[in-house]
């Protein structure tokens, strides 16, 4: 069951204040180092068992490291980094290691919205939630969003998933 809490007088103007600074910070290059950018996935199989490999970041990694001769089994842990790289490739295609990225390797750049939209607003969102006075929108707005993108997904969620 969900339940709503009142939040302390000030606390969303503290809160959006501080997502907004994190936003900034994100998208100021050099601010925040490369390594907080990294996603770590494990391999469950081999690379080349994957039938879904093109949908999968960390087995696309898997197969460059591969193919660039280094060795690549199941159950290893693959870092990577989704970048924008000049191409209008979805995310999962746009993952590279984190060496390619320090290196700067054909000019790539690390895709910040896609790590604000895909991996800090969700958690932000559902942290927040319960608190009255705040909804998605707001959040994405705060972190640089487009809120009304967030609006449509959280109102088709709600009528889908109602609390029993």
Not at 44 to 69: E, I, L, S, W
């Amino acid at each position: 069951m969900h339940h709503a809490c009142s939040p302390p007088h000030g606390f969303f103007t503290f809160t959006s204040r501080y997502l907004r600074h994190i936003a900034a910070d994100l998208r100021t290059p050099g601010k925040v180092p490369i390594d907080k950018f990294i996603i770590h996935k494990g391999l469950t199989k081999d690379p080349k068992d994957y039938a879904d490999a093109k949908n999968q970041p960390h087995v696309q990694v898997a197969m460059r490291m591969r193919a660039a001769g280094k060795s690549v089994k199941a159950l290893d842990t693959i870092p990577y980094i989704v970048c924008l790289d000049g191409t209008s490739n979805g995310a999962t295609n746009r993952a590279y290691h984190p060496d390619d990225v320090r290196k700067g390797q054909k000019g790539l750049e690390i895709d910040v919205d896609y790590y604000i939209k895909n991996q800090l607003h969700p958690v932000v969102a559902r942290l927040l939630d319960p608190i009255d006075g705040t909804d998605s929108g707001q959040i994405a707005e705060c972190l640089g969003l487009n809120p009304a993108e967030f609006l449509r997904v959280m109102s088709s969620y709600d009528t889908t998933h109602s609390d029993i």
